[in-house]
């Protein structure tokens, strides 16, 4: 009988089978292909390089003890990585790793064929017709570290960005994804950091790019039939920042690119930088794949600011405009906009606006005017206590008591509809949801917000709670 790939990678499956748990070996071992046997070098075919690197972390010993069974000490293990490939280009992408020299994957480029005719990189940052290929950063010169105040709600997030300035590609935060609500600066940080990069390493490409304008760009590439070179041009940048990263939910060609170009950058010790408006945990409809990616480097928090930042940001942004306030202003509008500091900027250039234009002097009369003005006229995010507040009250209870440890039905149902709601009216992390109405986990709030929606579609009296409840938090 013949030695063939198929038989000497089947006659390898009977040994790994008796040597691993049924389910790991359907998961990871089932979906492989043998390929080709050449000499001693078996060619296995692989879903993706996640597969790839799974296998590698967790499986390598075992394959090479049934590898060298069948085919002795100098058997090699090649890995075939087909990438899916969705957008009728006529070739699969294809990456060839030698098992025995993982050294190797670090250089490895995933092989894709260029369709075009024109050899030139496509940028697609510029004109069509114009000759030109250089890459403009797309950074705001004005968003620096310098005037990005510290303090204890983005310490972490601060000193990450720093050390990834300092050593782009060359610290463990590699991805830096920055999250956190609307207003806190993500989008301030991520522009910081690149210009940060631009200053001490003018030689590298840097490159910001919102994750809408990233999708746009690549069904433009699809449309146009020019995808490769839209990868291709991602692949040669040294620092790409992509803010917004949870705007590519649901758009699984845009992820699957991305996954290809990430893994790219990330190979070859180039550094990417994600901001998102809520942690990877809480990301909806994100492939696991680039899930799982995103939190190889550092997810850090930003929060938002306590009262003695708030005060720092105010006595900054008006010394840099040149305008001077008696203290007891800056600390009433510090005092009552507390949500973001988009806000709280907001409300400075307003209460001086309204100075300037009307000729009145700034008093805390005008001050408590624009505020409240302001305030109201501002979208108001609900905040996890009054959510509290709200449930407890509906279902005549304090809320100590909703949030005490007692499994009494009707005291379980409200502590899940306050989780229910705190996750679909705030910015907050499953997690900071959960510690703060009773000290439990992420499961526990994602177990309640399904418990939530089934008992919505099948219990009448049960919706009416979830309606009137909306009502009163003006949902």
């Known amino acids: ?169 060359g610290t463990s935060f590699n991805p830096l994804l920055i999250f956190g609500g609307v207003g806190l600066g993500k989008t301030h940080l991520a522009h910081a950091i690149g210009v940060d990069i631009k200053d001490k390493y003018p030689e590298k490409t840097v490159l910001y790019i919102s994750a809408e304008k990233f999708t746009q760009q690549y069904i433009d590439s699809v449309k146009k039939n020019n995808r490769n070179d839209f990868i291709h041009f991602y692949q040669i940048i040294d620092v790409l920042i992509i803010d917004d990263v949870q705007f590519l939910s649901g758009k699984s060609g845009t992820q699957d690119v991305f996954f290809h170009i990430f893994n790219h950058l990330h190979q070859n010790g180039k550094q990417v930088i994600l901001t998102s408006d809520k942690a990877p945990v809480d990301m909806q409809d994100i492939e696991q794949r680039l899930l799982s990616r995103f939190k190889w480097g550092l997810s850090a928090e930003l929060q938002s600011p306590d009262f003695e930042t708030r005060v720092s940001i105010l006595k900054n942004k008006l010394y840099r405009d040149g305008v001077e306030m008696p203290e007891e202003i800056i600390e009433y509008v510090a005092k009552n906009i507390k949500s973001n500091i988009r806000e709280l900027e907001g409300a400075i250039i307003s209460l001086i606006a309204q ?37 407890s009250d509906y279902f005549q209870m304090d809320i100590d008591t909703l949030q005490s440890k007692t499994r009494k039905r009707h005291i379980v149902q409200a502590r899940q509809l306050a989780m229910f709601f705190a996750k679909k009216l705030t910015k907050a992390s499953l997690a900071s949801i959960g510690s703060q109405i009773g000290k439990r986990d992420h499961a526990t709030v994602l177990h309640a917000c399904k418990t939530v929606d089934n008992l919505t579609s099948t219990d009448k009296q049960f919706r009416k709670y979830v309606e009137d409840l909306s009502k009163k938090l003006s949902v």
Request: with cysteine; charged share 25%.
């Open 1 to 169: 009988m013949s030695v063939t790939a198929q038989s000497v990678w089947n006659n390898c499956l009977e040994f790994i089978k008796d040597n691993i748990q049924p389910q790991a070996y359907k998961t990871w071992f089932e979906p492989i292909k043998a390929v080709k046997l050449t000499d001693k070098s078996l060619s296995i075919q692989v879903p993706s390089k996640f597969f790839y690197e799974w296998l590698e972390e967790h499986y390598v010993k075992i394959l090479k003890v049934a590898l060298t069974k069948e085919l002795g000490e100098t058997a090699k293990l090649v890995y075939i990585i087909k990438m899916e490939n969705t957008y009728g280009n006529k070739q699969p992408f294809t990456e060839r790793i030698p098992s025995s020299n993982r050294s190797a994957v670090k250089a490895q480029d995933v092989d894709i064929p260029l369709n075009n005719k024109n050899p030139e990189l496509r940028n697609p940052f510029i004109i069509p017709g114009i000759r030109n290929v250089k890459i403009e950063s797309q950074l705001n010169p004005n968003y620096s570290f310098e005037n990005f105040l510290e303090g204890d709600s983005n310490r972490l997030a601060r000193s990450a960005g720093l050390a990834v300035a300092s050593k782009p590609g």
């Open 355 to 391: 100075s300037s234009f009307n000729k009145k002097e700034i008093t805390i009369d005008l001050a408590k005017q624009v505020v409240e003005k302001f305030v109201k006229n501002t979208k108001r995010e609900v905040s996890i206590d009054y959510i509290q507040k709200v449930v």
